[in-house]
């Protein structure tokens, strides 16, 4: 998925989704990132803390890998 098209989805502009990209935003609203993560098929932890990282500082479990449709 291209940044624009990601934008689009989530209702913002291409900008926005560069700055998320290299964690330039400390703020975003509720709904783009609800739509962020229904684009990526991902869940909120996971997208917050990363593959390996919990808030409680423990591995996190195994994840499926999802292929590209």
Same mark, same amino acid.
């Given at each position: 998925?291209?940044?624009?098209?990601?934008?689009?989805?989530?209702? &913002?502009?291409?900008?926005? &989704?560069?700055?998320?990209? &290299?964690?330039?935003?400390?703020?975003?609203?509720?709904?783009?990132?609800?739509?962020?993560?229904?684009?990526?098929?991902?869940?909120?932890?996971?997208?917050?803390?990363?593959?390996?990282?919990?808030?409680?500082?423990?591995?996190?479990?195994?994840?499926?890998?999802?292929?590209?449709?």
């Amino acid at each position: 998925m291209s940044q624009a098209e990601l934008a689009a989805y989530c209702g &913002v502009t291409k900008s926005a &989704v560069s700055q998320w990209e &290299v964690g330039a935003t400390s703020n975003i609203r509720l709904q783009p990132l609800i739509l962020l993560v229904e684009a990526l098929k991902t869940d909120l932890p996971y997208l917050i803390y990363g593959e390996r990282r919990r808030p409680d500082g423990e591995p996190a479990p195994a994840r499926k890998k999802h292929t590209a449709t």
